[in-house]
């Protein structure tokens, strides 16, 4: 088992251009969650699929951010027209959908827009 | 909405000393919460230590307890003796008895010297 996989592990970005964020769950797990970590706000969840169907995106950003995912292996977050304030390490989890779940959080993003 | 405290940022401590790491929570949303110990030592991602998903109930994992006490919304992480292994940053987490984003605290980066 290799864990959730969230590709790249850094990324670097010019303010306004596009960033694509990977994340592979766990085979079988059918929940897929994606959180934003800065010093600041901590971890703040952003949004979750469940069997690919967007479930909750309560804490999306209104604007530039969207999440999608396409087939039950992987996961993509895009970021359009990238600010400094967008900095932030961006973490994927997947659990299965059930009561008394653990989420199993991958390693992580880094994204710096410089 | 939904919050969780932890009040202390950063706890130094001796090894074999006793430790205590402060967590209340806070929901206008989730009618029987869950709570989570999650950890993340050095180098590595961000695990699971322990959950509790019924009032009154206690959680224990690699020598740490917790006890969910819904009188006073809380739910501290103590343990005994702590050893230089158990540096690391802890989170405590909110969430509900179905799968859904996590409300995490700020952390707590334990540091435990000789």
Redesign the interface.
């Known amino acids: 088992n290799a864990g959730v996989i969230q590709t790249p592990r850094h990324k670097v970005t010019g303010k306004g251009q596009e960033a694509t964020l990977w994340c592979e769950p766990i085979s079988g797990h059918s929940a897929v969650f994606w959180y934003r970590q800065t010093i600041v706000q901590g971890l703040e969840f952003l949004t979750y699929f469940r069997n690919q169907a967007p479930i909750d995106d309560s804490g999306m950003p209104k604007e530039r951010f969207s999440a999608q995912m396409p087939n039950q292996s992987h996961s993509t977050l895009k970021i359009q027209s990238t600010q400094p304030q967008d900095s932030a390490v961006y973490l994927c989890a997947s659990s299965l959908a059930r009561s008394s779940y653990e989420q199993y959080f991958g390693p992580g993003t880094r994204l710096t827009v410089l | 909405g939904d919050s969780v405290t932890q009040t202390e940022g950063q706890v130094t401590v001796s090894e074999s000393k006793s430790l205590i790491i402060n967590c209340t929570y806070s929901t206008t949303s989730i009618a029987y919460p ?1 709570l989570f110990w ?1 950890v993340r030592y050095p180098g590595e ?4 230590l322990l ?1 509790v ?1 019924t009032a009154g109930q206690k959680g224990s994992s690699r020598g740490f307890e917790a006890t969910y006490n819904k009188e006073t919304t809380s739910f501290h992480l103590q343990k005994a003796s702590v050893q230089e292994s158990d540096s690391a940053v802890y ?1 405590c987490a909110l969430g509900g ?11 707590t980066r334990v540091s435990v010297f000789p």
């Open positions: 869950n999650y991602g961000l695990q699971l959950k998903i989170y008895n179905y799968a859904q984003g996590l409300t995490f605290g700020l952390g």
